[in-house]
């Protein structure tokens, strides 16, 4: 369900107190806040909840929240059984 437009969006308090011209990323926990017109062309480190991600917030951005482009979950990879089934072609190939 959505915020009400009555409310606006959320922006947490502790990011208008901070100065968005640093020439180092700002971190940010709050996932949940929304990204503003304000901060285009900042750069924030979103937490993913291990690890921190570097984002460069761009126009597109303004309206979605930070949470949204700092994934939390891990994609998976099955590098190990494709090189078993390429090997396993491969040898069989060799003994027909």
């Keep these: 369900m959505s915020r009400s437009l009555s409310k606006g969006p959320f922006v947490h308090p502790s990011l208008f107190k901070k100065n968005l011209n640093l020439k180092q990323p700002l971190k940010i926990w709050c996932r949940n806040s929304f990204i503003i017109p304000e901060f285009v062309d900042s750069v924030f480190n979103i937490h ?49």
């Design 48 to 96: 993913n909840g291990k690890s921190f991600i570097q984002i460069k917030v761009i126009e597109d951005m303004v309206g979605h929240k930070f949470g949204e482009f700092a994934s939390t979950r891990k994609k998976k990879c099955f590098q190990k059984e494709i090189e078993k089934e390429v090997n396993n072609g491969a040898n069989k190939s060799n003994f027909s």
